[in-house]
């Protein structure tokens, strides 16, 4: 599966920015999709410096939000299109990061059920005060 992002930006506090997603390749084999963010200055272990920000299920449309952006994130996707979005309202400069999509995978092969993530390479998001 391979993932571009695009829609990052700089904007004024208060803003709003839209972030898309793309999905392509064996995206029939998508179940999740996610945004995470790298806020500046956290580079030492890329696992706990990406924050999961939200989140969707393919199939059932089921929304999950870090409560820091509850309210004024939302998380939507167009399974036609393979694309996901995240429109992002009433910015505050804490919410400056690097932005990656997110996909969960999982492929039924014999005998098991093989999982996979993959990421997008990132947009930048900066909000000015």
């Known amino acids: 599966v391979q993932l571009v992002e695009s829609g990052g930006g700089l904007v004024q506090a208060g803003g709003s920015l839209r972030l898309s997603c793309a999905a392509s390749?064996?995206?029939?084999?998508?179940?999740?999709m996610n945004w995470y963010r790298q806020a500046p200055g956290k580079q030492r272990d890329l696992r706990e410096a990406?924050?999961?920000?939200?989140?969707?299920?393919?199939?059932?449309?089921?929304?999950n939000y870090a409560d820091s952006v509850k309210g004024r994130f939302t998380i939507s996707r167009d399974n036609d299109k393979n694309t996901m979005y995240l429109q992002m309202n009433t910015l505050k400069p804490e919410d400056t990061a690097v932005y990656y999509c997110n996909v969960l995978t999982e492929t039924v092969v014999p005998g098991r059920l093989l999982k996979n993530a993959y990421w997008g390479q990132g947009t930048q998001v900066t909000v000015s005060s």
């Open positions: 390749g064996s995206t029939f084999s998508i179940v999740a």
């Open positions: 990406r924050e999961l920000v939200a989140g969707i299920t393919v199939g059932g449309g089921s929304t």
